[in-house]
């Protein structure tokens, strides 16, 4: 298992100190602590397991800990085709996730329905709950879902320690009925 060395947010230093902010510090320990929860549901799933194999070796980010309790996880992965008996399930899963709380939608279908363009799919997982990033193909290699995290990475990084709390957030929870 390799280890890395994240990196230094921006601040001051100088001869034997180092200066940021608090959000800066908690955009770091979050970024690189994240607590995944896969929700899989069809082949995009077994992408997600090679992603997660020794190859592509996901825990080099800090995120070697799967989540299968919603309470103890901040990443919510769907990946896979979502049937619309199955978005309440999806956003009763995404509501009992702590705040603060991201979602990836992997692969074609979690983004947008993919192939199936049919009366009993749901056509995004966002017509049920918000989603921070969309990671295309059908199947997405594990780099793309990768780069997918690495996005989410950044966002954590830069997320301001007050956004869960700004009125423009709970209007996105008010827009999905989850407030
Ligand atoms: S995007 Fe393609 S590979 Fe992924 S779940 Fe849908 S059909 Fe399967």
Request: hydrophobic share 40%; charged share 20%.
């Amino acid at each position: 298992m390799s280890h890395t060395i994240a990196d230094m947010p921006e601040g001051f230093g100088g001869e034997g100190f180092f200066a940021t902010s608090l959000s800066k510090a908690i955009g770091l320990a979050r970024a690189n602590s994240i607590w995944p929860l896969p929700f899989a549901t069809s082949c995009c799933g077994i992408e997600f397991m090679a992603t997660m194999g020794s190859n592509y070796d996901l825990a080099r980010f800090g995120m070697e800990r799967m989540s299968f309790s919603p309470r103890q996880a901040d990443l919510l992965m769907v990946m896979g085709t979502i049937a619309k008996k199955m978005g309440p399930v999806l956003k009763q899963v995404y509501t009992q996730m702590a705040e603060p709380k991201w979602v990836i939608a992997v692969g074609a279908c979690a983004s947008s329905g993919g192939i199936f363009d049919t009366y009993s799919v749901l056509q995004g997982i966002d017509k049920v709950i918000p989603v921070d990033v969309y990671v295309p193909g059908c199947p997405p290699r594990p780099e793309q879902i990768i780069d997918g995290i690495l996005k989410i990475q950044e966002l954590v990084k830069h997320e301001p320690l007050r956004r869960r709390y700004s009125p423009e957030y709970q209007h996105l929870l008010e827009k999905y009925q989850i407030a």
